[in-house]
């Protein structure tokens, strides 16, 4: 038997800093059902699951019977993206043999298609795969069992590249969360530093399900975060946008320069300074 669940209470006081939540009645379940608490608790692995501008606890708690826990491998709490709790896993080991699988279906992933560089890779290796249609007897077998199988490495190996970086952006934001937790500022700050974390890890998960790349605003980046593709594409197109190009008076545009009514413009306010 496995208990698990936000339990909102604890049993001992070593499981709390400060707000009291220990429940009875939790303890007489776990007696009542001979359950052992998965993680052991010392004072250097508190381990708090949830913490509040009050203080902290572990009120996310697993339960197992003695059978499992001769099974039992390792206990750990970890920092997760959609909850502002900590997750709770386990690993146990089980006698229960693995039913074989195949390799199943490749899908391309049409979001690639969108990316203007790897639109241009594309047409370089298209271009490379044309000039090897001499090797194959037809257009067929060429197409058949030469270009089917590098579209697929192709798109492969983006797919790999852009999962590297995102599970390294994602491990920054866990470490960065973890510094957060011991920092000695005030609580308030952190719960501040953690929320705006908490939204960087959901926005880069939903990003990634939707195929698209990571806004990072330039406000919002903390120190050590890299910015995206999309992120620098944005800074161009405002940059862009802020460039002026033509510059109009009451009987229309203006035959000289932007540049140089912007000098003009300097020189007269030094004159009046």
């Not at 936000?6 to 429940?23: G, M, W």
């Not at 797919?159 to 005030?186: K, V």
């Not at 998960?205 to 406000?219: P, T, Y």
Request: net charge positive; proline share 3%; charged share 25%.
């Amino acid at each position: 038997m496995i208990l698990a669940s936000d339990f909102n209470c604890v049993i001992t006081s070593d499981d709390y800093t400060r707000q009291r939540n220990c429940s009875k009645a939790l303890a007489r379940l776990t007696q009542g059902l001979d359950l052992i608490d998965v993680w052991e608790a010392t004072p250097a692995r508190t381990a708090y699951t949830h913490y509040t501008a009050t203080g902290a606890s572990r009120i996310d708690r697993m339960y197992i019977t003695h059978d499992l826990r001769r099974r039992q491998q390792f206990a750990e709490t970890v920092a997760t993206a959609f909850t502002d709790h900590f997750a709770v896993t386990l690993r146990l080991t089980m006698d229960v043999p693995c039913s074989p699988r195949g390799k199943g279906y490749w899908r391309i992933n049409v979001s690639f298609l969108s990316d203007p560089s790897f639109l241009q890779t594309t047409k370089e290796n298209w271009e490379k795969w044309r000039t090897d249609m001499k090797y194959y007897p037809n257009r067929v077998m060429w197409w058949c069992r030469y270009v089917k199988r590098m579209i697929r490495q192709l798109f492969g190996r983006e797919g790999a590249d852009l999962r590297h970086d995102r599970i390294e952006m994602e491990n920054f934001y866990y470490s960065a969360i973890y510094s957060a937790i011991q920092d000695t500022t005030p609580q308030t700050t952190q719960a501040v530093a953690l929320k705006k974390l908490k939204a960087k890890i959901i926005r880069l998960n939903s990003k990634h399900h939707l195929g698209m790349f990571i806004d990072n605003r330039e406000q919002d980046r903390i120190k050590g975060e890299e910015t995206s593709l999309h992120h620098l594409l944005k800074i161009r197109k405002r940059q862009a946008q802020l460039t002026v190009h033509q510059v109009y008076d009451t009987d229309g545009p203006l035959k000289t320069s932007p540049a140089d009514i912007i000098a003009s413009l300097y020189r007269l306010y030094e004159t009046k300074v």
